[in-house]
């Protein structure tokens, strides 16, 4: 059964920094691309970064181009989002998948 599930989500002032992970358990992890989204309150889900296991660069959503950082430690099955210098408009749930599936998100919130 494939599982994906983020971690590390929470409340931090605006300029600081959170790093977020990533699980998938269930499937070989490098067969599928993992993506990033989020969805703040009111809004759509919107794509937020995009991290390939076939030598292409990571890709990131303008809005955060330059602030956040995708790793991954394949031997933990686990992709990191570093996210630095926040502002209060990245506050919003964060969700990983993997193929067609979805974590249950991780709150990310920014205050001013």
């Known amino acids: 059964q494939v599982q994906v599930a983020e971690s590390g989500g929470g409340l931090v002032q605006a300029g600081g920094s959170l790093r977020l992970s990533c699980v998938a358990s269930?499937?070989?992890?490098?067969?599928?691309?993992i993506y990033w989204f989020r969805q703040a309150p009111g809004k759509e889900r919107e794509f937020v970064a995009h991290v390939s296991w076939h030598g292409t660069k990571p890709y990131y959503a303008d809005s955060v181009q330059g602030r956040f950082t995708i790793s991954a430690d394949l031997a933990k099955n686990t992709v990191y989002l570093q996210m630095d210098d926040l502002k209060p408009e990245d506050t919003a749930v964060y969700y990983c998948?993997?193929?067609?599936?979805w974590g249950r998100g991780t709150q990310v919130t920014v205050s001013s």
């Open positions: 269930g499937r070989t992890f490098t067969n599928y691309d």
């Open positions: 998948r993997s193929d067609n599936y």
